[in-house]
């Protein structure tokens, strides 16, 4: 376990998508289960999909390899069906020994860590603990390719996939180096920004808002996508936060819809996002720890974008003190009993529905394979990357750095180290290594 620990750690390898946790710190005794997340609940995503299309022994190798170190017996991964039928595989289907795959409904968010345990395993992960309580350590698709090409090839963690989609004329899945500026990789695909659309890092429920002028692919980006301003999906990232608290405070009408739908309620949790709303009215100090409860929330956005007839966004109301929380280092971790209600299987939302909801349905092809892009004349790599301490820099300015090299080390505590993505001349910015190519 040790051994794999310092692999994974010195070759910089992160969860590929989501909040980056750095993946040698998820592994710890008690497990029996290797849960390997190819959902790709997000609409318009491909990136899993593709890794495991065209590189699935790269991913088993990675796979194999935990399996191997850590003595867990068993792992699966978990694609949803219509994954799986594309990929021409079933169920159970065993893809080496000890590793088999597990069809997923096609629901969102079924990609949620907890939600995923739970389908695929019939665990409950109890609110505000880890899966490793359960027996069940979660990695994405991405990663374990990841672990496979570091222990086939020796290679750090300098390249990311991604899809880019959205209002393109043909979304596609690429390979591109870690520090890729966004605008860059739109010139080499063709692609040009109109008025009246709005560029995301990551997909249409949880991606976050980017300016692709100045911002650069990470370890994390597993799409960009190009929405119109006017899909619900862009509509409620650009919501302006107090508006949306001080709506809350006034428009809402207490039906209970938003938690009657809410997934981590259906999974037992204590969460209800109209007594969030409620405590937004002024009952927070009656009821403290309905705030927080904030800390279970996934983030998923259905209370918002599917449940509110009322235009009001519960899962605003619920960031905002999710982040009033985080700096007090508050978060749930009541022990209970809980169970899953039984409605859950009535109430999940399908897939195609949700992307209905985001006004994203017209923009879903599949995307095909764009090949690996090298062609970069720079590349910006920030030092932040992953949940944890920034990496510290390890070169000095305008050193000459190698593809792959160490520019960056782990800072004490949670921290990874960063590896240069192409060769060249670096140059030390704020919070982030800046290489160009030398001709
Ligand atoms: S669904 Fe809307 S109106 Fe109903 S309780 Fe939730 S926030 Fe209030
Ligand atoms: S965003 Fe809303 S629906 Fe989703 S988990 Fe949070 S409270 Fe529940």
């Given at each position: 376990?040790?051994?794999?620990?310092t692999l994974m750690?010195?070759?910089?390898?992160?969860?590929?998508?989501?909040?980056?946790?750095?993946?040698?710190?998820?592994?710890?005794?008690?497990?029996?289960?290797?849960?390997?997340?190819?959902?790709?609940?997000?609409?318009?995503?491909?990136?899993?999909?593709?890794?495991?299309?065209?590189?699935?022994?790269?991913?088993?190798?990675?796979?194999?390899?935990?399996?191997?170190?850590?003595?867990?017996?068993?792992?699966?991964?978990?694609?949803?069906?219509?994954?799986?039928?594309?990929?021409?595989?079933?169920?159970?289907d065993?893809?080496?020994?000890?590793?088999?795959?597990?069809?997923?409904?096609?629901?969102?968010?079924?990609?949620?860590?907890?939600?995923?345990?739970?389908?695929?395993?019939?665990?409950?992960?109890?609110?505000?603990?880890?899966?490793?309580?359960?027996?069940?350590?979660?990695?994405?698709?991405?990663?374990?390719?990841?672990?496979?090409?570091?222990?086939?090839?020796?290679?750090?963690?300098?390249?990311?996939?991604?899809?880019?989609?959205?209002?393109?004329?043909?979304?596609?899945?690429?390979?591109?180096?870690?520090?890729?500026?966004?605008?860059?990789i739109?010139?080499?695909?063709?692609i040009?920004l109109?008025?009246?659309?709005?560029?995301?890092?990551?997909?249409?429920?949880?991606?976050?808002?980017?300016?692709?002028?100045?911002?650069?692919?990470?370890?994390?980006?597993?799409?960009?996508?190009?929405?119109?301003?006017?899909?619900?999906?862009?509509?409620?990232?650009?919501?302006?936060?107090?508006?949306?608290?001080?709506?809350?405070?006034?428009?809402?009408?207490?039906?209970?819809?938003?938690?009657?739908?809410?997934?981590?309620?259906?999974?037992g949790?204590?969460?209800?996002?109209?007594?969030?709303?409620?405590?937004?009215?002024?009952?927070?100090?009656?009821?403290?720890?309905?705030?927080?409860?904030?800390?279970?929330?996934?983030?998923?956005?259905?209370?918002?974008?599917?449940?509110?007839?009322?235009?009001?966004?519960?899962?605003?109301?619920?960031?905002?003190?999710?982040?009033?929380?985080?700096?007090?280092?508050?978060?749930?971790n009541?022990?209970?009993?809980?169970?899953?209600?039984?409605?859950?299987?009535?109430?999940?939302?399908?897939?195609?529905?949700?992307?209905?909801?985001?006004?994203?349905?017209?923009?879903?092809?599949?995307?095909?394979?764009?090949?690996?892009?090298?062609?970069?004349?720079?590349?910006?790599?920030?030092?932040?990357?992953?949940?944890?301490?920034?990496?510290?820099?390890?070169?000095?300015?305008?050193?000459?750095?190698?593809?792959?090299?160490?520019?960056?080390?782990?800072?004490?505590?949670?921290?990874?180290?960063?590896?240069?993505?192409?060769?060249?001349?670096?140059?030390?910015?704020?919070?982030?290594?800046?290489?160009?190519?030398?001709?």
């Open positions: 376990m040790k051994t794999l620990k750690q010195n070759f910089g390898i992160v969860g590929a998508g989501g909040a980056g946790f750095p993946s040698y710190a998820k592994l710890a005794e008690g497990a029996n289960l290797l849960l390997i997340n190819g959902s790709e609940c997000e609409p318009l995503l491909y990136t899993d999909y593709i890794i495991l299309k065209n590189e699935l022994s790269l991913v088993i190798s990675g796979i194999s390899t935990v399996l191997s170190h850590t003595g867990i017996a068993k792992a699966q991964i978990a694609i949803k069906e219509h994954t799986a039928k594309r990929l021409g595989l079933e169920d159970n065993r893809l080496a020994e000890n590793i088999f795959v597990k069809a997923l409904p096609d629901v969102y968010p079924i990609g949620d860590e907890i939600s995923l345990i739970y389908e695929a395993t019939g665990r409950l992960v109890k609110p505000g603990k880890l899966p490793i309580t359960e027996g069940v350590i979660v990695y994405n698709v991405e990663t374990m390719y990841n672990l496979g090409r570091a222990v086939r090839f020796n290679e750090p963690v300098t390249k990311k996939w991604l899809t880019v989609g959205g209002a393109v004329e043909s979304p596609v899945v690429i390979k591109v180096p870690i520090g890729a500026r966004v605008a860059d739109f010139k080499e695909l063709d040009r109109e008025d009246g659309y709005t560029v995301l890092d990551g997909g249409p429920s949880m991606g976050k808002v980017i300016n692709p002028s100045t911002y650069s692919v990470t370890k994390t980006t597993k799409g960009i996508l190009i929405l119109p301003d006017d899909s619900q999906a862009i509509l409620s990232k650009k919501m302006n936060t107090k508006m949306a608290i001080a709506r809350a405070e006034t428009a809402c009408c207490q039906c209970t819809r938003c938690t009657d739908m809410c997934p981590r309620n259906m999974l949790y204590p969460l209800e996002p109209h007594k969030m709303v409620r405590t937004a009215m002024g009952a927070v100090e009656a009821m403290p720890m309905s705030v927080l409860s904030a800390t279970l929330c996934c983030g998923c956005g259905i209370c918002e974008s599917l449940a509110c007839s009322q235009g009001i966004s519960p899962r605003a109301v619920i960031e905002n003190y999710k982040g009033l929380l985080a700096k007090e280092r508050l978060r749930f009541l022990d209970g009993e809980y169970s899953v209600r039984p409605e859950r299987e009535y109430r999940m939302v399908p897939y195609e529905k949700w992307m209905s909801m985001l006004g994203v349905t017209k923009f879903d092809k599949i995307a095909e394979f764009g090949g690996e892009i090298n062609s970069f004349s720079r590349v910006e790599i920030p030092l932040s990357q992953h949940i944890g301490a920034p990496s510290a820099v390890a070169i000095a300015d305008g050193a000459m750095v190698g593809e792959g090299e160490l520019i960056a080390m782990p800072a004490d505590g949670l921290s990874l180290p960063q590896h240069a993505s192409i060769s060249g001349r670096a140059t030390l910015g704020i919070n982030k290594i800046i290489i160009d190519k030398v001709r």
